[in-house]
């Protein structure tokens, strides 16, 4: 059945490498949202897409953080440079609408900043 | 600015005991309610969810949740616990009309045989 997948599943890096993570939306989805979950913080929404376009990014640091959609099929997040306090996994999520709307999950990218 | 309060953070329960996970959202205006579940090593999936209609909510594997307005509450329960339901457990609320979901920060549940 139709799922969200995300590249790297687990990454560490070092502090000051820049660190891209990957996600495939499910065919016809034209929403993407990018999450991060931590410990205390729980499921920030760090910005998302509308048919590709780029609707609210307000959650994310842009001195360092980024996030783009090259094409339907694929949306990225990029850090640079990261830092320890990046630490955390990000989850991209796809739908059809709106917050209204289901949101379908990928698995998630765990990052390690030392 | 809205936020979601999930009180229970850890509950541990055995098995065929009953589950009750509180979630309490701060928005004055309609809401749309979700609880979404995430199982050990899995993504997170929708439990069930409310837009509108009959406050009491049934979703799949025998969980339900009552939307009470007043209370702006939206706990999740379920009569008899399994040991297949130790996950963690996330409720989200979305304002009408705008596109964001707001989590709360997920209560785990662990169900002892």
């Known amino acids: 059945d139709a799922r969200v997948t995300q590249t790297p599943r687990h990454k560490v890096t070092e502090m000051g490498q820049e660190v891209t993570m990957r996600c495939q939306p499910i065919?016809?989805?034209?929403?993407v949202f990018w999450y991060r979950q931590t410990m205390m913080q729980g499921l920030e929404l760090l910005a998302y897409?509308?048919?590709?376009?780029?609707?609210?990014d307000s959650g994310m640091p842009k001195d360092r953080f980024s996030a783009e959609m090259p094409d339907a099929t694929l949306a990225t997040l990029k850090i640079q440079p990261s830092e320890p306090r990046d630490s955390a996994v990000y989850f991209c999520?796809?739908?059809?609408?709106?917050?209204?709307?289901?949101?379908?999950f990928g698995p998630g990218t765990r990052l390690t900043v030392l | 600015a809205q936020s979601v309060s999930q009180h229970n953070h850890h509950v541990i329960l055995s098995e065929a005991a009953s589950l009750e996970l509180g979630c309490n959202y701060s928005?004055?205006?309609?809401?749309?309610l979700f609880w979404y579940v995430q199982y050990p090593g899995q993504h997170l999936q929708l439990l069930l969810k409310y837009f509108s209609g009959d406050p009491l909510v049934k979703g799949i594997k025998g969980f339900e949740a009552e939307f009470i307005k007043s209370k702006f509450s939206f706990n999740l329960r379920k009569p008899s616990v399994q040991w297949s339901d130790t996950a963690e457990y996330f409720c989200?609320?979305?304002?009408?009309?705008?596109?964001?979901?707001?989590f709360g920060t997920g209560t785990r549940l662990q169900v002892f045989p």
């Open positions: 999520a796809s739908g059809l609408g709106g917050g209204y709307d289901e949101q379908f």
């Open positions: 928005y004055g205006g309609t809401v749309n």
């Open positions: 897409f509308r048919n590709r376009a780029p609707l609210d």
């Open positions: 065919l016809g989805h034209n929403t």
């Open positions: 989200a609320v979305n304002a009408y009309n705008t596109d964001k979901l707001i």
